[in-house]
Each structure stands twice: as C-alpha cells, then as structure tokens.
C-alpha cells in the first residue's frame, strides 16, 4: 500500500517509523530518524487510568487459577498456543507467537511472544471446562512440574528447541566462533568485553552540537570507534577524537554533508562514507550524494573520492558497506562498487532490467536487487562474489514485497514488512533466514510489531536496522515495553529465536524494572546490549551469556541531572551506540539549527568510561 513522502528531517517520522515513499528516485539522506528533542520527565507521570474490563492475563507467565491454557494448535515448527491464522504465501495456518496479555501502560502494545504451558492446567468453576477432571493424583503430578518450572524457569513458562545437532554460525557482528553449551543450544565461549572491577563509569567527554546555518537540518550520520580513536561525523566533516581523553586527534573536510556511512571496517580500520559535494543552501538545499570517499581511520586522512555516471549523469546513492576489501553502492539506478584501493570493479549496466538497490555488508556481501514495477516488485536476495560481483546463491521474495533489510550477512537474515502488516512503522513484520550457500529458505519468523521493538528502514539504506543483533545461529529481539512490577515502571526483555527451526530458545534477558534493555552487537558468543535507565538513573552495558543468558554489568553511567539528560536524549532508536573495551558512546545523527528559546545545550556525542 503506498504511502505519504516521509516528513521533513526536523522531526522523527510518524509513530518514530520509516514508511515507504511513492516510487520515485530516494531523496539524499532520506529517513534516518532523529533523537527525540526532549528528555523523558524528571519525574514519573500520573499512569493510565485502570482498564474498563479485567484484564486477560498473559505475557506468558504461569496462569494458575484465573484461565486454563489450551493445548498448541500451531503447525511444527512454530509450535505455539493459541488462534490459527492463515499462513502467509499460502503456508499452513500458524498460530501467532503472543497471547493477549495485560492491558498496557503508557500507550504501548503487549510486547510478549512467550510460549504458554502446553500442559493443560485445572479448569476452575465458572470458566470454559477442559474436558475431563483432574483426579488428584494427577493434580499433584501437574502442580509439582509447575513448581520445578517456576524454579528454572525464574517464573516463566518456557518451550525449549533443540539445535538438531546443527554446527552454530557466528554473526557478522560478532567475531570468532565459540564451543557448544547444553543449554538451549547457544554457546558459552564468551567474547572478550571483560567486567571490570567497578562498572561505575565517568563521562570521559562531550562533543558541543556544531552549528548549522540557514535553518536547515545537516545529516551527520556515521561513527566508528577503534583500538585508539573515536570517530564522528560532522557538520562536512569527519573528526577523530583520543577515545580517552576526547582532544581532537585529526580532521577530514568534505566539501559537503555526509549522506550516509558504512558501520564496517576493514581489517586496517579502513572505512567509506557518501557526501554532498557541496554545502546545502535555502536555493539549493541538496546537491545529491553522489560522493565516495574511503577513509583512513588510523591516519586521519581521505584516501580517494569516486563517482559513478549513468550516461552524463551523476548518480546519487543511497547506501554504502564495506565486505572484506570491497566498498558497494546502490541507489535506485543500480549499484557500483569498488575495491578499497580505489579500482572500480562494476557499475550500473543500462540494459539491466532489475537493479542492485543496495547491499549488506561485514563477513559477506549480499545484494538486494529489485525486479519489475512498484507495487509488482520481487526482490531477488543475493550472495556475491566481492570481487567480480558473480552471484553465488539467490533467495526470491514473494511478489510484492516492496522493501527488505539485510540484518546479517552470516548467517543470513533479512527483514522485510510483508503488506504493511507491521502496523508501528518499525519495518519489521517477519525475518527469512536464508541458507547463503543454496539460496533456499532455512525458516520464515513471524515477529509482530506490537510485541517486537527492533526496527529497520529497508527503504533506501538497506543496512540500517537497530535494537537488534544476529549470533549462534540465533536472532535476539527486544520486545516492547510494558508495566513493570513497579507503581510506574515499565520494562522489556531480550529473547532469542533460533535460525535453523524458526522457535524461541526460551532463553530471556530482563530488563529490571524501569529498565528497557535493546541489543547492541555480538561479542563471540555473548550479547552486548544496552539498558536505558528510568529517570533517577544512569543507563547500563551488560554482556549477556549466550548459553546462560546471565547477564554482567560492564558499565553504568552517572545518574547526576545534566548526565541523563544528554544520555536520554540519544535513544537506541534514534541515535548511534558504540561500545568496546570499557568505553560507551552515544551520537546523534542530525545537527540542525535550535529554533527553541531554551537555553539547554545540545551534544553532538557523549563518551563514558570506566577506570
């Protein structure tokens, strides 16, 4: 279904999500959502008002007296309780993966996908009967596996899957491969992100917002962080800062914005970015984004800028990666790449009928290339060959998918709102997990946007999905936020959903009230994730154990007034993070010119470290 154009950049998209636009050629630096421009209250607000009905019980914990559970009804392989609902590209019917939960607070959805008990609990008078009685020594048998249940399960009901004896992948993200644990088939080799001796951290330095002139809004997207350098874009230009000390290391002019920048490196910390070639001005406020440019992190220096014609004209990009030594391209003209030294290696063909609309980058380089007319679109998802970009495996997607996200290269995964169904604009309605050496479907996770939290953009930059990692052969989702135990807390959990039979693990990572926890990256076998804190505290990086799931605190920032202002913000949704060995950063992607008249000082980044 079409849509609006997206608004202009001053103010996040509707409902903080990333629409299509009509079918036309993608305006230079479209769609990155801005920070919110207010901190959440110093304060806790005044709750919801109660609901006008009981609520239904539900997110998944035990349900004791108050409703009995029915047994699944889903087909193998999702395997959860609950309605049928028919099976999308003329699958099966599969249940859906939440049950209706307790009604929200603060506006949000149920953000729950847990399995119920499979085992059918005493019907109470009054309530729909289960058939036959209990006897009591089956009563027993049952209240005595619930006790065990709520004992390892921490109070949840959880349904395991096994890994089928299947070798687990590594993520893109995430570095080498770790060993085996018996517990939900994840792996408990680690990474190595160590807790330190005292998480407690300090503000290490604050870069000021840049001014920007002409009332306009200045895309400054792109942060990198290595072994001795934090990196960030400016208003045309890139900075590299002491990633202790925060002095100004070296300095990368551009002639123009950047448009959009690549979140991989080489393995020599080479880097590539699109820009303008020129400053925007009120007559001209978009020169397009037809520059490439590597970038030498280590040096500070720009090593080559590049551009693509198609007949006379310049095109204008959309999205850029890097895999191994190749940086890639792809506008909706077609995509280019070349190799890291400067040599192109293909570019637009104007006989193709279909083109390279973007790619993914990081262990492989994978193509979304997009066939036919809009609204009669078929994506073909294709592993190439970095190099000579020969295709190696090709995965279609059903007619009429419009847009799709490359969430990892290896193992492959790829997000994609099918008919608009996400409902919350976050571009997520399902995730295929794709055998990148055949090109077949592995499995097919539905992830509903009223129970999920992870977005995606999928429309011009085909890489840009957040609040979510990819690692051990598994996908870890945040889901949304909901009450809390707390009078006025809300909270989340991460939960992990197995790539090779399509099932959550069961494994779950909470929060703690007044906490929302989202996924950063991989670290070997762990998860990295960040936890944003209530009002009255600093925010958190936690590793999470990929077998276990126990979670370590690696940092905690400063809970004083002026700190969580600038940490709140830079939220996960709108914002860049970075963490590594110690040290958080937190950026944003838009500078823009304050039209406020208050006099609070705005941050372009914010760097924490602990001792």
Same mark, same amino acid.
């Given at each position: 279904?079409?849509?609006?154009?997206?608004?202009?950049? /001053?103010?996040?998209?509707?409902?903080?999500?990333?629409?299509?636009?009509?079918?036309?050629?993608?305006?230079?630096?479209?769609?990155?959502?801005?920070?919110?421009?207010?901190?959440?209250?110093?304060?806790?607000?005044?709750?919801?008002?109660?609901?006008?009905?009981?609520?239904?019980?539900?997110?998944?914990?035990?349900?004791?007296? =108050?409703?009995?559970?029915?047994?699944?009804?889903?087909?193998?392989?999702?395997?959860? *309780?609950?309605?049928?609902?028919?099976?999308?590209?003329?699958?099966?019917?599969?249940?859906?993966?939440?049950?209706?939960?307790? /009604?929200?607070?603060?506006?949000?959805?149920?953000?729950?996908?847990?399995?119920? *008990?499979?085992?059918?609990?005493?019907?109470?008078?009054?309530?729909?009967?289960?058939?036959?009685?209990?006897?009591?020594? !089956?009563?027993?048998?049952?209240?005595?596996?619930?006790?065990?249940?709520?004992?390892?399960?921490?109070?949840?009901?959880?349904?395991?899957?096994?890994?089928?004896?299947?070798?687990?992948?590594?993520? &893109?993200?995430?570095?080498?491969?770790?060993?085996?644990?018996?517990?939900?088939?994840?792996?408990?080799?680690?990474?190595?992100?160590?807790?330190?001796?005292?998480?407690?951290?300090?503000?290490?330095?604050?870069?000021?917002? *840049?001014?920007?002139?002409?009332?306009?809004?200045?895309?400054?997207?792109?942060?990198?962080?290595?072994?001795?350098?934090?990196?960030?874009?400016?208003?045309?230009?890139?900075?590299?800062?002491?990633?202790? +000390?925060?002095?100004?290391?070296?300095?990368?002019?551009?002639?123009?914005?950047?448009?959009? %920048?690549?979140?991989?490196?080489?393995?020599?910390?080479?880097?590539?970015?699109?820009?303008?070639?020129?400053?925007?001005?009120?007559?001209?406020?978009?020169?397009?984004?037809?520059?490439?440019?590597?970038?030498?992190?280590?040096?500070? #220096?720009?090593?080559?800028? +590049?551009?693509?014609?198609?007949?006379?004209?310049?095109?204008?990009?959309?999205?850029?990666?890097?895999?191994?030594?190749?940086?890639?391209?792809?506008?909706?003209?077609?995509?280019?790449?070349?190799?890291?030294?400067?040599? !192109? !290696?293909?570019?637009?063909?104007?006989?193709?009928?279909?083109?390279?609309?973007?790619?993914?980058?990081?262990?492989?380089?994978?193509?979304?290339? #997009?066939?036919?007319?809009?609204?009669?679109?078929?994506?073909?998802?294709?592993?190439?060959?970095? #190099?000579?970009?020969?295709?190696?495996? =090709?995965?279609?997607?059903?007619?009429?998918?419009?847009?799709?996200?490359?969430?990892?290269?290896?193992?492959?995964?790829?997000?994609?709102?099918?008919?608009?169904?996400?409902?919350?604009?976050?571009?997520?309605?399902?995730?295929? &997990?794709?055998?990148?050496?055949?090109?077949?479907?592995?499995?097919? @996770?539905?992830?509903?946007?009223?129970?999920?939290?992870?977005?995606?953009?999928?429309?011009?930059?085909?890489?840009?999905?957040?609040?979510?990692?990819?690692?051990?052969?598994?996908?870890?989702?945040?889901? =949304? =936020?909901?009450?809390?135990?707390?009078?006025?807390?809300?909270?989340?959990?991460?939960?992990?959903?197995?790539?090779?039979?399509?099932?959550?693990?069961?494994?779950?990572?909470?929060?703690?009230?007044?906490?929302?926890?989202?996924?950063?990256?991989?670290?070997?076998?762990?998860?990295?994730?960040?936890?944003?804190?209530?009002?009255?505290?600093?925010?958190?990086?936690?590793? @999470?154990?990929?077998?276990?799931? +126990?979670?370590?605190?690696?940092?905690?920032?400063? %809970?004083?007034?002026?700190?969580?202002?600038?940490?709140?913000?830079?939220?996960?949704?709108?914002?860049?993070?970075?963490?590594?060995?110690?040290?958080?950063?937190?950026?944003?992607?838009?500078? &823009?010119?304050?039209?406020?008249?208050? &006099?609070?000082?705005?941050?372009?980044?914010?760097?924490?470290?602990?001792?």
């Amino acid at each position: 279904m079409t849509q609006p154009p997206p608004p202009p950049p /001053q103010q996040p998209p509707p409902g903080g999500g990333f629409g299509p636009p009509q079918d036309q050629p993608p305006q230079p630096g479209y769609g990155y959502p801005q920070a919110p421009q207010s901190p959440p209250p110093a304060a806790p607000q005044t709750p919801p008002p109660p609901p006008a009905q009981q609520p239904q019980p539900g997110y998944g914990y035990p349900q004791g007296a =108050e409703q009995a559970p029915q047994p699944p009804q889903a087909p193998p392989g999702y395997g959860y *309780p609950g309605q049928q609902q028919p099976g999308p590209y003329g699958q099966p019917p599969q249940a859906p993966y939440g049950q209706p939960g307790q /009604q929200p607070g603060y506006g949000q959805q149920p953000g729950y996908a847990y399995p119920q *008990p499979t085992m059918p609990l005493q019907p109470q008078p009054g309530q729909p009967g289960g058939g036959r009685k209990f006897n009591a020594q !089956l009563a027993i048998i049952v209240a005595a596996v619930v006790a065990i249940a709520l004992i390892v399960g921490g109070g949840v009901w959880y349904s395991t899957s096994k890994d089928d004896g299947k070798k687990d992948d590594t993520a &893109s993200s995430g570095g080498g491969t770790g060993g085996t644990d018996d517990n939900n088939g994840g792996t408990s080799s680690g990474g190595k992100e160590k807790a330190p001796a005292d998480p407690s951290a300090k503000v290490l330095f604050q870069v000021p917002m *840049p001014e920007v002139k002409n009332d306009s809004t200045v895309v400054v997207s792109g942060s990198w962080l290595t072994d001795k350098t934090y990196a960030k874009s400016g208003v045309a230009e890139i900075v590299g800062y002491d990633r202790d +000390k925060g002095g100004e290391q070296w300095t990368i002019p551009l002639d123009g914005p950047v448009c959009q %920048a690549s979140r991989h490196v080489t393995d020599d910390n080479k880097t590539a970015i699109l820009y303008q070639p020129a400053m925007p001005t009120k007559a001209d406020p978009s020169h397009g984004c037809s520059q490439i440019a590597v970038i030498d992190l280590d040096a500070g #220096k720009r090593l080559w800028t +590049k551009t693509v014609k198609t007949g006379d004209q310049l095109i204008n990009f959309d999205n850029v990666t890097i895999s191994g030594d190749t940086v890639a391209v792809g506008s909706s003209s077609g995509g280019a790449a070349f190799d890291v030294s400067g040599k !192109l !290696l293909w570019s637009p063909k104007p006989a193709d009928s279909c083109y390279d609309a973007g790619y993914g980058g990081g262990e492989k380089l994978v193509a979304v290339r #997009k066939c036919g007319t809009y609204e009669q679109r078929q994506l073909h998802i294709q592993t190439i060959d970095p #190099k000579s970009g020969k295709v190696i495996s =090709e995965y279609k997607m059903s007619q009429g998918i419009e847009y799709a996200s490359i969430v990892s290269t290896e193992p492959l995964v790829v997000a994609a709102d099918v008919g608009d169904s996400a409902g919350d604009g976050s571009g997520i309605s399902d995730f295929f &997990s794709i055998d990148n050496k055949t090109g077949e479907l592995r499995r097919r @996770i539905s992830a509903p946007g009223e129970q999920f939290a992870a977005r995606c953009e999928g429309v011009t930059r085909i890489e840009s999905c957040n609040m979510l990692a990819v690692g051990n052969d598994r996908l870890y989702l945040p889901t =949304e =936020e909901h009450d809390g135990s707390g009078e006025y807390s809300d909270t989340n959990e991460i939960v992990a959903f197995d790539l090779a039979t399509g099932k959550q693990t069961g494994q779950r990572a909470d929060a703690g009230d007044g906490y929302t926890i989202s996924p950063l990256r991989m670290d070997g076998g762990n998860l990295i994730a960040y936890k944003r804190p209530p009002y009255d505290k600093g925010g958190q990086i936690v590793s @999470i154990d990929g077998g276990s799931f +126990k979670q370590t605190k690696l940092l905690e920032n400063p %809970a004083t007034d002026t700190v969580r202002d600038v940490e709140a913000a830079m939220s996960p949704e709108y914002s860049e993070l970075l963490y590594g060995d110690g040290h958080l950063f937190m950026s944003k992607v838009y500078a &823009s010119k304050r039209t406020s008249s208050t &006099s609070e000082k705005e941050y372009l980044a914010i760097g924490f470290g602990t001792s």
